[in-house]
Nanobody, 124 residues
Framework: QVQLVESGGGSVQAGGSLALSCTAS????????VAWFRQAPGKEREGVAS???????KYTDSVKGRFTISRDNAKSALYLQMNSLEPEDTAMYYC??????????????????WGQGIQVAVSS
């Protein structure tokens, strides 16, 4: 069982930046595909960004050019750098991981391990 813990959320004005971190309870995430998801009030959870163990990435269209997913295998951590934030980015953000797949994916069903979520609020 892998436990994931997010940190770094908070409130920011539109146009600002936030960096999310997610730390795993295991020695390394090097063999895992990792991802960030978000869920806004009244909406379904959606995939935001994914990073495979080989370094391939996948982003949802609305965040391309603004968000960057990365990882530090030595620290067993993954990150989401969010720039040019918009009010529409307001949501609970979740990190996720799984070692069964080799491709990056924004599908919830691909991930067995999830963090508890962290709030991001962007004001206009």
């Amino acid at each position: 069982q892998v436990q994931l813990v997010e940190s770094g959320g908070g409130s920011v004005q539109a146009g600002g930046s936030l960096a999310l971190s997610c730390t795993a309870s295991i020695y390394t995430l090097s063999s895992f595909t990792v991802a960030w998801f978000r869920q806004a009030p009244g909406k379904e959870r959606e995939g935001v960004a994914s990073l495979s163990d080989s370094g391939r990435t996948k982003y949802t269209d609305s965040v391309k050019g603004r968000f960057t997913i990365s990882r530090d295998n030595a620290k067993s951590a993954l990150y989401l750098q969010m720039n040019s934030l918009e009010p529409e980015d307001t949501a609970m953000y979740y990190c996720a991981a799984d070692d069964r797949w080799v491709d990056p994916s924004l599908l919830e069903l691909r991930y067995r391990f999830w963090g508890q979520g962290i709030q991001v609020a962007v004001s206009s």
